[in-house]
């Protein structure tokens, strides 16, 4: 049990800075990003990469989450000749083009088969106090995120992203380049989600394509919008809710021993719905975005 | 491979990708928004035709019929309950609505069709060759098939009362139930034809190759291409698309790419086909942000 709540933890605190990211995107600046996983995948494939070239992983880390920030800003700039609905459908096609990618390309990350026996954190310590060890590790990048994410919302670039969000045409009125917003909120949302792929690679020491699927963007969105969209700590909420009904209904078919399809199947069926029902009767979210009534004079 | 090869497989992908996308554009350009579960109703369909299709002809084209029906009615359902609900808070909710649908819908299907693909019960049938290509009679009824469906439809739309109508409400909702027409009505019937043109979409594809639970999200990326470069809401840009898309996949998968990369012989992956009409789509609107047929689609 404790082994299985350690586990939980350290799965919602990295799903938790991803679905920071994706708030940083959509909550603030009310971007409808559908292909987050490619930036998750990102950081992911730059741990893999240094890996398997015999790199060391910082390289690795700083290279992913440099690709993410790049492809970020490209996915941003897209926004100058695409209208918003347009803009979300083309995210999710060019995370399904990266997959495709990295599941094509052999010489790039060893295709379909993907990369194994990554090193993870925290190699010297063994048993239970490694993952308390790892817990430790991600909470506190968690809180980082959580601090930079809050500071970049109350300041001048969230006071614009949100601008950006509620009245596009009176952004570009007041003189706001809205394209230059897009892209810096992508990148700062890119390298965060970036951040969060690289440390769920070192602990589950595997990547391959098969964990750059769509399923992974839709349990981040139901993250971000059953914890409160736009509201940070909201979102780390969310982050322990999903995971807790996520993970916790695999630990409960360890005694109900439905076959692996059918049990994964039930398992998006349940998030799906709390999705929906959040979307039709809480669309806030459990701990709604509080805006101050006057957003003028500085944070 | 023969270029009269790629002119016949890309008509028969064009009419895979015409019927979906057009019930797409229906829908879209009455609801403003993009749905991600469109592609939904296509694997849905295509179930429910199987389980009722018997093995002649004429029972897998009333199993056809019956399933585009009920998806329809299906869809007039989801909207009053769901979407109609969150459409009140802009497009974007609806949107991501669309995606649990879409992930519901998929999660609903496994649980009860299994993972395992599975095929109509039909003969196999020998190939005829017109002017070197090679294609089955099925395939002939199939490209026939959409060619009467989607005619049909634009009779309606344009020939009748209730297509003007529908268009009025495409244009604007207002001044239409202004006028005295019964908005609600017009959109049930768009999600009707919308969602039933997908399942139809959906039974063609299964009769051709076979039903399985990725049918509709491998038709996502195309067919939201296809709707995007034909400018949305306009029936006939998304069939121009959808020929012009399904050339491009067939030119790209199909030809010997090895003298432009100075290789002896270069296959395009299989895999990539997915992708490539949404490739073709950036380029186009990188080089021509309004699309193909003129629409605006430039909103910084």
Do not use: C
């Not at chain 1, 009125?173 to 070192?202: E, H, S």
């Not at chain 1, 360890?254 to 692996?260: M, V």
């Not at chain 2, 002119?7 to 749905?35: P, Q």
């Amino acid at each position: 049990m404790l082994d299985f709540l350690l586990y939980v933890g350290i799965v919602a605190s990295i799903y938790g800075i991803a679905a920071i990211s994706l708030n940083l995107q959509a909550g603030v600046g009310g971007l409808l990003n559908f292909g987050q996983v490619a930036f998750f995948g990102l950081g992911a494939y730059g741990v893999g990469i240094a890996s398997h070239r015999g790199l060391p992983l910082w390289m690795g880390v700083v290279g992913g989450i440099v690709a993410a920030a790049l492809a970020g800003a490209a996915v941003g700039r897209l926004g100058r000749t695409l209208l918003a609905d347009y803009w979300a459908i083309a995210t999710l096609a060019l995370a399904e083009l990266l997959r495709l990618v990295f599941l094509n390309e052999e010489w790039l990350a060893r295709g379909a088969d993907g990369i194994g026996s990554i090193p993870g954190l925290w190699g010297a310590v063994s048993g239970t106090w490694r993952d308390v060890a790892i817990l430790a590790t991600v909470v506190s990048i968690l809180v980082v995120v959580y601090l930079v994410a809050e500071r970049l919302t109350k300041v001048q670039f969230g006071r614009v992203a949100r601008l950006m969000r509620e009245q596009p045409n009176l952004a570009a009125a007041l003189g706001y380049d809205i394209v230059k917003v897009k892209v810096r909120v992508m990148m700062v949302g890119a390298a965060i989600a970036a951040t969060g792929g690289a440390l769920l690679t070192t602990y589950i020491s595997f990547i391959g394509p098969g964990q750059l699927l769509p399923v992974d963007t839709f349990l981040v969105w139901a993250i971000i919008v059953v914890g409160g969209m736009g509201n940070h700590l909201g979102v780390i909420v969310g982050a322990v809710v999903v995971n807790l009904i996520y993970l916790g209904t695999r630990f409960a078919n360890d005694y109900a021993k439905l076959d692996a399809n059918t049990a994964a199947s039930l398992r998006l069926l349940l998030v799906g719905l709390i999705l929906m029902a959040f979307l039709m009767f809480r669309t806030n979210g459990l701990v709604p975005e509080r805006l101050r009534t006057v957003d003028a004079d500085g944070g | 491979m023969s270029i009269a090869q790629v002119l016949v497989d890309s008509l028969l992908r064009a009419a895979e990708l015409g019927l979906v996308a057009l019930g797409l554009t229906i829908v879209y350009s009455l609801v403003k928004f993009a749905n991600i579960a469109h592609v939904e109703f296509a694997t849905v369909g295509a179930f429910i035709a199987l389980v009722f299709a018997g093995s002649s002809t004429p029972s897998i084209a009333i199993a056809g019929a019956a399933s585009a029906v009920i998806v329809g009615l299906l869809a007039i359902v989801l909207h009053r309950t769901f979407f109609k609900r969150l459409l009140r808070s802009g497009s974007a909710i609806p949107m991501i609505g669309s995606l649990a649908l879409a992930i519901v819908m998929r999660a609903l299907v496994q649980l009860s069709m299994g993972t395992r693909p599975s095929s109509f019960d039909r003969p196999l049938e020998r190939a005829i060759e017109i002017g070197g290509a090679f294609i089955t009679p099925l395939q002939l009824w199939l490209i026939a098939i959409t060619l009467v469906t989607i005619a049909g439809f634009m009779i309606v739309l344009y020939r009748t009362k209730l297509g003007r109508t529908l268009r009025a409400v495409a244009a604007n909702p207002e001044l239409a139930a202004a006028s005295g027409i019964n908005v609600n009505l017009s959109i049930d019937l768009a999600w009707f034809f919308g969602a039933g043109f997908a399942a139809l979409g959906g039974v063609l594809l299964a009769l051709n190759t076979q039903a399985s639970i990725q049918l509709g999200s491998t038709l996502l990326l195309p067919v939201f291409a296809v709707v995007i470069l034909g400018g949305i809401g306009s029936p006939v840009g998304a069939l121009l698309a959808a020929i012009l898309i399904a050339f491009a996949e067939n030119m790209i998968l199909q030809v010997d790419w090895g003298s432009l990369v100075g290789d002896s012989s270069f296959y395009m992956p299989l895999s990539y086909d997915v992708a490539i009409g949404f490739v073709v789509l950036i380029l186009t609107l990188l080089i021509r942000p309004q699309g193909l047929f003129g629409t605006a689609a430039r909103d910084a």
